[in-house]
Nanobody, 126 residues
Framework: QVRLVESGGGSVQAGGSLKLSCAAS??????MGWFRQVPGKEREGVAS??????????ADSVKGRFTISLDNANAKNTLSLQMNGLKPEDTAMYYC???????????????????WGQGTQVTVSS
């Protein structure tokens, strides 16, 4: 069973940057991705990347500001999310996830992901 551990959340002013990291113990499957959720709302897909051959997907709300990357050298899988130009509406709990299903390669939907981290809070103040 793959275990995901996130780090890097925190508080920042609007326009600032943060980098989230997720360490995966074991082979993650077809994709790894980042999701976010605020209380009372559904979990939202932010970005994803194919675990073997790359291929990045982004939510429209973060395109041009966020960059996802996966370092799978030396049998370690570390997923990162570089977040620039942060806005107050980016405030959320961010979750790292891994998917064993091929449909993760074409869309960032939480139903396609079967392994989740514990989450890390990102707060952006105006």
């Amino acid at each position: 069973q793959v275990r995901l551990v996130e780090s890097g959340g925190g508080s920042v002013q609007a326009g600032g940057s943060l980098k989230l990291s997720c360490a995966a113990s074991g082979y993650p499957g077809y994709c790894m991705g980042w999701f976010r959720q605020v209380p009372g709302k559904e979990r939202e897909g932010v970005a994803s990347i194919g675990a073997q051959f790359g291929g990045e997907l982004y939510a429209d709300s973060v395109k041009g500001r966020f960059t996802i990357s996966l370092d799978n050298a030396n049998a370690k899988n570390t997923l990162s999310l570089q977040m620039n130009g942060l806005k107050p509406e980016d405030t959320a709990m961010y979750y790292c996830a891994a998917s064993a299903y091929r449909d993760c390669l074409v869309a960032i939907t939480s139903g396609s992901y079967n392994i989740w981290g514990q989450g890390t809070q990102v707060t952006v103040s105006s």
